[in-house]
């Protein structure tokens, strides 16, 4: 029978932080304000690899979330608790999962639960469910294959579709680990050796919903043959044979427009974070945050400069803007969430603080189905389906260009409802 060191006999970390994990006790170091932590040993352990970073402090470590670890106190900052109570840098907490867990209903029943569309609607796993929150400031992250990282930075993309709480998905942070966060067609497949991640705060949780059984049904019915990427469970949780990952998707599978220090990260196959690029809303442009150590990690995404800056030419078309109200007038305006929105301007005493916010969108209707205008070409709309299913998908014609995103064009004079639609943000 192993005995755990007592915690003084632990060696720390240079924050001085400890923390309990597996009935051991372990140096760590907190990863996204709390919501992990990077885990070391001096000795080969369960779960522990070899850290092959040339400037390693010990020779394993792991990563764990917030929930599995127990915080010791810290000398340097006082205090003891798990990091879900504390602010992600920005004054919003993050909500972490709550679960009415017994001994008759264990971890490994929930998690069951959320991998079984059939119990979709199962009480307990619904208030699961509910229990992660998205507020007005919590980070957001989408995984990005090289392809849809270029798009982002070579093409102005925009937010959409499938995506996560960082607080949920914090511990992920090897590019195997990764992979069942992907959307793209090559989720599942090959691991490959830079794993890329988009990094976003929320403008207001109006724009993330779950895809559940009962409001996304067509996408958990959708044949393999017309989908990409694993299936949608309906329960709310991403497929996963060991994590409870509670998934969102924006609303109507809508471009969001980018908040202020949006951030394009890669991961290493150690665990490294490394900010490639930060969005700057006035320019519209990524400034490049990387120096040279890093620029390698940029190889694989195609007709990128690794020593550029991309800035928009002005002539982007985008399918979705903010509009903040001053004295009476419209203008476009900037999110830097939790509590900063203002006029988009280049110059600081333009930047009033709007009085009134919304997201502006177009939609039509097409044969029947609601669809959102992503740009217009010629007497064609491009159009994305805001609620795909079996039966409107082949007769329209839309491919699925990543998970539960399906997109089709159509002639301008067959389309009907024509509207701009204002979603209101409450200030």
Known sequence: MSVSPPASAVPETPTGLRVRYGGGVHPAAELARGAAYELFSAEPAAGFDRDRRPDARYPYHRYAHASEVGRLPDPHRGGTGPGAERANGLGVPDSPLTAPLNRVLGWTDIHGLSQSPAAAEDPVLVSVRESATVRRGSQMVKALSAQQFAGFLLRGWLPYGFCYREYD???????????LLRTD?????????????????????VDYVAPLAGTHRGLTTMPPHDRVGPPVLGTGFTPSGRHLIPEFVTRDFADLPLPANAALLAHTPDGDEVVLYTYQPEQRGWLRMAGPRWRHLLAAVPGVAPDQEYVSTGDAIRSTLLIGGYRGQEHEAVAD?????????????????????????RYVDWRDTRCLVLREEGGWLRLRLCRPDPDNVAPLGAQCYERGVYESWAPAAEVTDDQLVDIPYEL
């Open 169 to 179: 998905v914090a511990h992920l942070r090897t590019p195997a680990d990764q992979m």
């Open 337 to 361: 969430p939790p509590g900063e929105f203002r006029v988009l301007a280049m110059t600081r005493a333009a930047r009033y603080p709007v009085q009134t916010l919304t997201r502006r969108a």
């Open 185 to 205: 067609s090559e989720a599942g497949r090959a691991v490959p050796e830079v794993a890329y991640l988009l990094r976003w705060r929320a403008t207001d949780p």
